[in-house]
């Protein structure tokens, strides 16, 4: 069996910088993708970014990019604590939602929640203006 916790979330103002983590919790040899997600009041859940095992991120979201296209989002795998790690900075109040933290199966990184199979309970972060 395996259990995802996030952790971490919590009121900031805009621009702060904010630490999210990911506990996978259970056997976790072949679960070498992590995503982070995340979920604003009336929208669908959307891809922040996965990490694989080797370390890779893939981010895609323009909306985590600064103004000079720089990812505002780093996502961070620590595997000898079977955590993962959400960094955002220059936080908007756009970026207020619940990020969810999902691993799954097999060794693709995948954009869409659905092919993932263990998720979080979610965290919020709420960026006041």
């Known amino acids: 069996q395996v259990h995802v916790v996030e952790s971490g979330g919590r009121w900031v103002a805009a621009g702060d910088s904010l630490r999210l983590s990911c506990e996978i919790i259970g056997r976790t040899d072949n679960l070498p993708v992590v995503g982070w997600f995340r979920q604003a009041p009336g929208t669908e859940r959307e891809f922040v970014g996965a990490i694989t095992w080797t370390g890779d991120f893939v981010g895609v979201l323009d909306s985590v990019k600064d103004r000079f296209a720089k990812d505002r989002f780093a996502i961070i795998r620590d595997n000898a604590k079977d955590t993962v790690y959400l960094d955002m900075n220059d936080l908007r109040p756009e970026d207020t939602a619940i990020y969810y933290c999902?691993?799954?199966?097999?060794?693709?990184?995948?954009?869409?929640?659905?092919?993932?199979?263990?998720w979080g309970h979610g965290t919020q972060v709420a960026v006041s203006s």
């Open positions: 999902a691993t799954k199966r097999g060794r693709d990184t995948s954009e869409i929640p659905k092919n993932y199979d263990w």
